[in-house]
């Protein structure tokens, strides 16, 4: 069954802390996403990877970095956390769009989401 | 910065009653792609409509993607509490690797 593991599920931190959220998909996927998700403004794509050490930045950047060292695995990391940083973060990945992969329908698939609370 | 509009916002309707979810937007869209997601999981893809005009169909659900690639609706017949969730809409404009999110539609169906 193919599979996005978050490794939390559900983080508390404090104002300043660095925090790392680690996305691994088994699916050797070449796409990988991090999103936040938040009440009535839907998924916000924070950044994008293509590739490995490839990045792009999304719609909302600022205060975020990422990491791409190996194909299967995606981390966010936010420097010094603050509080307008509490939500919900989703990794996706998706095959290469136009690969010519069987039935590559540009579909993501979602790890379970990682609720971070920043007090 | 491109959007997707989304109605409704919210909906509670009784089971076996029909519904449609709208997805609106200026932009036009190379594919369109509708999502579920249920608490405490992620999205999960239901269908993904590239030709303008499109109709498919998944059960009791019928997605429609309009003439122009720029608006989609997402048709429910016979609402169960199994379709209570989340529903996503999410284009993707040619050439580019991101996708847009609707502002989402929560449904709930009673029993």
């Known amino acids: 069954d193919v599979k996005v593991t978050q490794s939390s599920r559900y983080l508390v931190k404090r104002t300043g802390e660095k925090v790392f959220l680690e996305c691994v998909q088994d699916m050797d996927h070449e796409n990988m996403f991090w999103y936040r998700q938040d009440p009535g403004l839907g998924l916000r794509l924070i950044y994008f990877s293509y590739d490995v050490k490839m990045k792009e930045k999304g719609d909302i950047p600022e205060g975020y970095s990422v990491s791409r060292e190996k194909k299967e695995r995606f981390s966010l990391i936010l420097e010094s956390a603050s509080t307008n940083q509490t939500s919900m973060y989703l990794c996706a990945s998706s095959l290469r769009f136009g690969s010519g992969r069987a039935r590559n329908t540009g579909e993501l698939f979602f790890g379970e989401g990682s609720r971070l609370t920043v007090l | 910065t491109q959007l997707l509009e989304q109605s409704p916002q919210f909906l509670s309707i009784q089971e076996g009653e029909n519904l449609t979810v709208y997805c609106n937007s200026s932009s036009v869209f190379s594919s369109l792609q509708w999502y579920r997601q249920e608490p405490g999981e992620g999205p999960v893809l239901l269908v993904t409509v590239v030709t303008g005009g499109e109709v498919k169909k998944l059960k009791r659900l019928t997605f429609q993607f309009g003439d122009a690639r720029k608006d989609s609706s997402l048709h429910i017949t016979a609402a169960q509490p199994g379709d209570t969730g989340l529903y996503l809409c999410?284009?993707?404009?040619?050439?580019?690797?991101?996708?847009?999110f609707g502002t989402g539609t929560r449904l709930k169906v009673l029993a």
């Open positions: 999410a284009g993707r404009t040619s050439g580019t690797y991101k996708y847009i």
